[in-house]
């Protein structure tokens, strides 16, 4: 089974409207953490918000929120009044403390906002 | 305070060949992390280095191979190249233990091989 799934490959939306993107995970570890990261056409990996399996609260970076679903295993990433720079691909990504530090990602979802 | 850097940018290979890429560790960070993305898809652990020990390995042939530095540095060797390592190589550090701390990534080696 897929630890870390992205079921949305691309998204459209208009400039200044909010957009939630999907991610769903798979882990038996109690203890682990949801992170969403940035990816522009140059590649480089943006870190955006992180939530812990033990927070309490739903994470929240400025226009970025993640609304953490833990009995449903989701980690939904909301990102409010869109603008044209939040064209890129967005991954959701977990590390579990059974694993180590390392990161296991999912797909991605391509957002594209519209002026 | 200088971010995750690697080198080169962009290599061009053929089969057979060997590659050597780099990366310096974000200022303060232990730990280094590499990851291949494929075209389309999402980046898949290498393995991690810490204290100049391969601390961790994702499921990568012998082939890739790395070493860090006492600097904390690190490099990542490919040998025997196939058409398949033809990938965007992204290195990442973090500081061991501070698990709640997201890993700092860098731009990125681009290696396409022929």
């Known amino acids: 089974a897929q630890k870390i799934t992205q079921t949305q490959p691309g998204m459209f939306v208009q400039e200044k409207e909010a957009v939630t993107l999907d991610c769903t995970y798979d882990?038996?570890?109690?203890?682990?953490?949801l992170f969403w990261y940035k990816q522009p056409s140059s590649g480089e990996m943006i870190f955006l918000i992180y939530?812990?399996?033990?927070?309490?609260q739903n994470a929240t970076e400025g226009r970025y929120s993640l609304n953490f679903q833990k009995a449903r295993k989701s980690a939904n990433l909301v990102i409010s009044a869109s603008q044209l720079g939040d064209s890129a691909m967005y991954f959701c990504?977990?590390?579990?403390?059974?694993?180590?530090?390392?990161?296991?990602f999912g797909g991605g979802t391509r957002l594209m906002v519209k002026p | 305070d200088a971010g995750v850097t690697q080198s080169p940018t962009h290599l061009i290979k053929t089969r057979g060949q060997q590659v050597t890429l780099r990366c310096s560790p974000k200022?303060?960070?232990?730990?280094v992390s590499w990851y291949q993305q494929a075209l389309g898809q999402g980046p898949q652990f290498i393995f991690q280095?810490?204290?100049?020990?391969?601390?961790q390995r994702g499921n990568f042939p012998d082939r890739f191979s790395g070493h860090q530095f006492p600097n904390y540095s690190s490099e990542l060797n490919v040998n025997a190249l196939l058409l398949g390592d033809s990938a965007l190589y992204l290195c990442?550090?973090?500081?061991?233990?501070?698990?709640?701390?997201?890993?700092?990534f860098g731009d990125g080696t681009r290696l396409s091989i022929l």
């Open positions: 990442a550090s973090s500081l061991l233990g501070a698990g709640n701390q997201p890993q700092h």
């Open positions: 882990t038996s570890d109690p203890s682990y953490g």
């Open positions: 939530q812990g399996s033990y927070d309490q």
């Open positions: 990504a977990m590390r579990e403390n059974n694993a180590g530090n390392m990161l296991t």
């Open positions: 200022s303060g960070h232990d730990t």
């Open positions: 280095y810490y204290e100049e020990e391969e601390r």
